[in-house]
DNA sequence: GTCTATGTTTGCGG
DNA sequence: TCCGCAAACATAGA
């Protein structure tokens, strides 16, 4: 279930394995809601004889640029993943999008819990300038960061975990660098001090960084766990400081790390580190 | 059978 | 308008 480093290391996999300047044959649709409104016939139609020129990535989104004014953006959700494989390879039937390309190879997408979507479009932006900064960006700055929390009355976590405030952040990565910024989930960020903001800032950055050098973080050994184009799984894991470690010591202060639900969503954190 | 899940949207109600 | 909450989407694994 990827966040902005497991889609970044799918995107940079997809250009390792040279699928710039693939042309698409056509298309099977097996889920009609993945690649909603659009039907399959329409979807069909218009994504035949589509040549990639460019592959990149806003937010949690993959963005496909055609020779023409055409656009793919694929979210992943959950559960989905890009497979780069010959056309002899056998079908699985999570793979509800196959895009046949005309080198031999085939682009699926496979999604178990079918939340995932392809949006194919003219007007990327219509989505894309609804998300917030992107973290890692040069333009975005800790000022930035600092004025944009100041006028917000809510608690840090679900904001953090809020597209239109900021991309990219997932709950792995919003528990990890309230962490690292010694922050507690449930602080109004308004309230935050100018100090702390910053520290969030650079936590947020570093927790980001780190897992994009290591191709994301891959939980448990279950199928629908995050892996990238090739099916490698990522090596972020070691790096994690409280997700998914509840009763298991804080590596700072060896306080034993908390799970609370903020905002339906699973929390963690050490009662000691992160003060409210 | 129960609970949980790395995401997002929708429809409330305060 | 801002914010929080519950439910929905659909499936697998523990």
Same mark, same amino acid.
């Given at each position: 279930?990827?966040?902005?480093?497991?889609?970044?290391?799918?995107?940079?996999?997809?250009?390792?394995?040279?699928?710039?300047?693939?042309?698409?044959?056509?298309?099977?649709?097996?889920?009609?809601?993945?690649?909603?409104? =659009? /039907?399959?016939?329409?979807f *069909?139609? %218009?994504?035949?004889?589509?040549?990639? &020129?460019? !592959?990149?990535r806003? $937010?949690?989104?993959?963005?496909?640029?055609?020779?023409?004014?055409?656009?793919?953006?694929?979210?992943?959700?959950?559960?989905?993943?890009?497979?780069?494989?010959?056309?002899?390879?056998?079908?699985?039937?999570?793979?509800?999008?196959?895009?046949?390309?005309?080198?031999?190879?085939?682009?699926?997408?496979?999604d178990?819990?079918?939340?995932?979507?392809m949006?194919?479009?003219?007007?990327?932006?219509?989505?894309?300038?609804?998300?917030g900064?992107?973290p890692?960006?040069?333009?975005?700055?800790?000022n930035?960061?600092?004025?944009? =929390? /100041?006028?917000?009355?809510? *608690?840090? %976590?679900?904001l953090?975990l809020?597209? &239109?405030? !900021?991309?990219?952040? $997932?709950?792995?990565?919003?528990?990890?660098?309230?962490?690292?910024?010694?922050?507690?989930?449930?602080?109004?960020?308004?309230?935050?001090?100018?100090?702390?903001?910053?520290?969030?800032?650079y936590?947020?950055?570093?927790?980001?960084?780190?897992?994009?050098?290591?191709?994301?973080?891959?939980?448990?050994?279950?199928?629908?766990?995050?892996?990238?184009?090739?099916?490698?799984?990522?090596?972020?894991?070691?790096?994690?400081?409280v997700f998914?470690?509840?009763?298991?010591?804080?590596?700072?202060c060896?306080?034993?790390?908390?799970?609370?639900?903020?905002?339906?969503?699973?929390?963690?954190?050490?009662?000691?580190?992160?003060?409210?």
């Amino acid at each position: 279930m990827p966040e902005l480093p497991e889609v970044q290391t799918v995107v940079n996999d997809l250009i390792a394995a040279q699928l710039i300047g693939q042309t698409i044959v056509t298309a099977d649709v097996h889920w009609n809601k993945t690649i909603a409104p =659009l /039907k399959p016939k329409e979807f *069909r139609t %218009k994504i035949a004889n589509q040549t990639i &020129t460019h !592959i990149w990535r806003r $937010g949690k989104y993959i963005i496909l640029d055609f020779q023409s004014d055409w656009h793919l953006l694929i979210h992943l959700r959950m559960s989905g993943q890009l497979q780069l494989v010959p056309q002899t390879h056998e079908r699985s039937k999570h793979e509800h999008v196959v895009l046949l390309l005309n080198d031999g190879r085939d682009l699926r997408f496979h999604d178990t819990r079918k939340f995932g979507r392809m949006i194919l479009t003219q007007n990327p932006t219509n989505i894309l300038n609804e998300l917030g900064p992107e973290p890692l960006d040069q333009n975005f700055t800790r000022n930035q960061f600092r004025t944009m =929390l /100041k006028s917000r009355n809510r *608690r840090l %976590k679900p904001l953090l975990l809020d597209q &239109t405030f !900021i991309a990219g952040l $997932g709950n792995i990565y919003a528990d990890e660098a309230l962490w690292e910024a010694k922050l507690h989930p449930l602080q109004i960020a308004a309230k935050v001090s100018p100090r702390k903001a910053v520290n969030l800032y650079y936590a947020i950055r570093k927790v980001l960084e780190r897992s994009i050098v290591n191709r994301g973080t891959s939980l448990g050994s279950g199928k629908s766990n995050f892996a990238s184009a090739g099916q490698r799984r990522g090596e972020n894991v070691v790096n994690l400081q409280v997700f998914q470690r509840t009763e298991q010591a804080c590596p700072r202060c060896q306080t034993k790390i908390r799970r609370i639900i903020v905002g339906q969503r699973s929390t963690h954190l050490c009662p000691k580190c992160q003060k409210l």
